[in-house]
């Protein structure tokens, strides 16, 4: 079964940025799509952003033009790429790949 490793969250002010990473231990993680999600304190998890395994994405309407999905093949790894961060990203981030998901990783955005 392919297992999901998160990383790249922290603490980053109003406006910056952060890229996430979630490499999987599996290449046959190259032919699937892989969905990021997060979930706040007190919230449900809400999708963010899907790629599938050609590369095409969707992103939820609260971070188009924000975040960026991209993925590395030879790397097993995909990216989320987040810039003018609000504190209303601030969340727990998760990646999944069918019904495998990775621990996740925090982002907080504070000033």
């Known amino acids: 079964q392919v297992q999901l490793v998160e990383s790249g969250g922290g603490l980053v002010q109003p406006g910056g940025s952060l890229r996430l990473s979630c490499a999987a231990s599996s290449s046959i993680f190259n032919i699937l799509p892989v969905g990021w999600h997060r979930q706040a304190p007190g919230k449900q998890r809400e999708l963010v952003a899907t790629?599938?395994?050609?590369?095409?994405?969707n992103y939820a309407d609260s971070v188009k033009g924000r975040f960026t999905m991209s993925r590395d093949n030879a790397k097993n790894t995909v990216f989320l790429q987040m810039n003018m961060l609000k504190p209303e990203d601030a969340a727990v981030y998760y990646c999944n790949c069918g019904k495998v998901w990775g621990q996740g990783t925090l982002v907080t955005v504070s000033s």
């Open positions: 790629i599938s395994s050609s590369g095409n994405t």
